[in-house]
Each structure stands twice: as C-alpha cells, then as structure tokens.
C-alpha cells in the first residue's frame, strides 16, 4: 500500500516538514556527486555505524574525526537511492504537517530529531555488532506516524493498492493504514532476529527495528510534547 495523501485539512504552513524535504534532498543531491570511495567514506563518517557505537568493530573501519554519537543525527538526512529517499519524503509529507501543525514548529522539530534518535538505538540495540553504516529518515518519519495514528486515527489516507495487474485508489482510516504498517515492521523485526545475515542492518537492508521502535517513540513523546493541545509558536 502506498499512501498519496489524506483528508485532514490544516490551514498552517508546515515550514519544518518543507525545510526537512529540502535538506534531504539537497544532501542526496551531493551524495550522488561524490565517487564510489568518497562516498563510502562519507557513509562511514556521517551515518551511525553499529559496532562503532558499540566501540566493538571486529574489523578494521574508516574512521571519523567527529564523534560516533552525533551520526545519530546526522544519519537521519541520508539515504541509499531514490526510491529509498522518494518514499521517505512521501510519508513525511503526509502526514508530517499534520503533526507539526499540532505540536508547533520548534517542538515538531524536536520531536521529529528525537524520533531519529531514539529509532537508531532500538536498531542498534538488536545489531550493536553490526559493521555495515544505517542511514535514512525512516525512524524519525515513523515517529511522526506514531503521533499521527493517536492524534487523527479516523482520518482517510488515500492509498494506491495494486490488485493483481491492475492498480486502483482506496480510502482507508489511519488507524488501520498506520497500525497495519506498525504491525508489519514488528513482525519483520522479530523475524530478523533470527536471519541478521538477511534483513535488517546486518544485511545492509531495511532496519526494520528502527521502523517500529521510532513508531511507539512517536506515539509516547507526541502527547508529552502537547500532541493534543494547541500550538503556541
């Protein structure tokens, strides 16, 4: 299922969520002109390397001059393809301005930096010997997912759903669109666990602990930080 955009109006202008698209793509952008060696050691250097968190690489690694835990952060505005990059920026669109248009600028920001964070280190926690760099907006967008399916769980997400050869259009409420994507990355992280060589981080694929982690993250600081209340700036 792939969502194209949903029915809760907001009237505000979601400048966070606008500038996060415009920093991720601009990144990406000078990701792709660098060469094959420098952008690996770009990778290494600005994406959260597990084991080097851990202080426990088995291998011998490019090093960083900047401290490991600040690639918590950075690692949030990278990303490995287009597609990977394209369905990021998607899900932040939709359903991000709803939830900065709640929370305020500041705090969205906050909240969105903190998701990231928070969503590396459930992943980390469940690959901390991986050598392999995790990178991408995933863990921080399924934060905001997380406060999305509280604060609006009966709003319509238009949704793209291929049905065979043929592809056509649903409404679905975002309790059953959110919680059935939450599901799906709970299941495959459990899952990982028991073929690390396969998916997750690991293999260099989708850090799917990242995913549900940054999802009840979300869903826990969205009403901390006033989710349900009015925003002030």
């Known amino acids: 299922m792939v969502p194209l955009n949903d029915e809760n109006p907001t009237s505000k202008t979601a400048f966070v969520v606008y500038s996060l698209i415009i920093a991720n793509v601009l ?19 600005w994406a959260v390397v597990p084991c080097q968190l851990s202080n426990n690489c088995s291998v011998q690694l ?21 597609l990977h990059l394209g369905g990021n920026m998607l899900f932040l669109w939709i359903f991000g301005n709803n939830v900065e248009d709640c929370l305020g600028h500041v705090k969205f920001l906050i909240f969105y930096i903190a998701c990231g964070v928070l969503a590396s280190l459930s992943q980390w926690f469940f690959s ?28 319509k997400v238009l949704t793209l759903l ?22 799906q990355q709970a299941f495959y992280g459990v899952a990982s666990l028991n073929a690390q060589a396969n998916i997750g981080m690991e293999g260099g694929g989708i850090a799917y602990w990242a995913h549900a982690g940054g999802f009840v993250f979300g869903a826990i600081l969205g009403p901390l930080m006033g989710l349900f209340g009015s925003s002030e700036d």
């Open 128 to 155: 901390s010997g991986s050598a392999i760099p995790s990178l991408g907006a995933s863990g921080a967008i399924a934060g905001v997912m997380g406060a999305y399916i509280l604060r609006y769980p009966q709003a």
């Open 27 to 45: 990144l990406f952008l000078y990701e792709i002109s660098l060469s094959e060696v420098e952008l690996t050691q770009f990778f290494y250097s």
């Open 162 to 183: 291929p049905i065979g050869f043929f592809i056509t259009t649903v409404r679905i409420p975002a309790f059953f669109f959110l919680g059935f994507w939450f599901l």
């Open 62 to 82: 490019p090093t960083s001059p900047f401290p490991e835990w600040l690639t918590l952060i950075t690692s949030q505005f990278l990303h490995g393809g287009w």
